[in-house]
């Protein structure tokens, strides 16, 4: 157990409604992810942090932001969600070996968002 | 860009037999990589991670092994049990050896 919760587990939302999921660590690694899963097209980087307030993109940003304002939480939010954001979403952290390279990344047991 | 490819997409075995799982990337300027269970509904859990300066890891009755040259890794699976069946997840950092990119898996089911 990596000490790695998301909130919500399940959400049901309407088209133009902003979201926000909550990721919530409690060994204080460094890096945080937020990852989407959908059929046919497997895990994809939405953005990453590594570190309080440092932040970078991953290959499907479009359509959401994110902030870290202290090491334990990392927020995902859906300005106004879509139903093409319908998916489940994956948290996962991970810390930094010598040589600026990642650990071993471990996920949270993810939310499943409906945009109907 | 990188692309990561599991074969097969579905695999089906008896139990007890020993089996391997296949993962291919296109580019070999990896950090490392890493192989995933994820159950039906679940999450992924982390199985082994191979340093892109080793060549093999092992945990228990799995192996992975590592051809950063070929852009190759499997996964090795002894005597194969009904519990591992589940979806087995390659992925390998990024340019930057920061975030993961992965293949969309290989379905393993092990019938008693």
């Known amino acids: 157990d990596a000490g790695i919760t998301q909130s919500p587990r399940h959400k049901v939302t309407e088209t133009g409604t902003p979201v926000t999921l909550r990721c919530h660590q409690t060994e204080n690694h460094r890096y945080m992810y937020w990852y989407r899963q959908d059929p046919g097209h497997g895990l994809r980087l939405i953005h990453y942090s590594y570190g309080v307030k440092d932040t970078d993109k991953g290959e499907v940003s479009d359509g959401y932001s994110v902030s870290r304002s202290k090491t334990e939480d990392f927020l995902l939010t859906l300005e106004s969600a879509t139903s093409s954001q319908t998916s489940v979403y994956f948290c996962?952290?991970?810390?930094?070996?010598?040589?600026?390279?990642?650990?071993?990344?471990?996920f949270g047991p993810g939310t499943r968002l409906t945009v109907l | 860009k990188q692309e990561v490819t599991q074969i097969p997409a579905a695999l089906s075995v008896p139990e007890g037999e020993n089996l391997v799982l296949n993962c291919s990337f296109t580019d070999s300027a990896i950090y490392n990589l890493q192989w995933f269970r994820q159950d039906p509904g679940k999450g992924l859990t982390s199985l082994l991670l191979?340093?892109?300066?080793?060549r093999e890891q092992t945990s228990g009755r799995l192996n992975a092994s590592l051809d950063k040259s070929s852009g190759r890794s499997t996964l090795y699976i002894a005597a194969s049990q009904p519990g591992d069946s589940a979806t087995y997840l390659c992925a390998v950092t990024n340019q930057a050896g920061t975030a993961l990119i992965f293949g969309k898996g290989t379905t393993l089911s092990v019938s008693s």
């Open positions: 191979i340093q892109s300066s080793q």
């Open positions: 996962a952290i991970s810390d930094q070996l010598a040589g600026g390279l990642s650990d071993t990344q471990y």
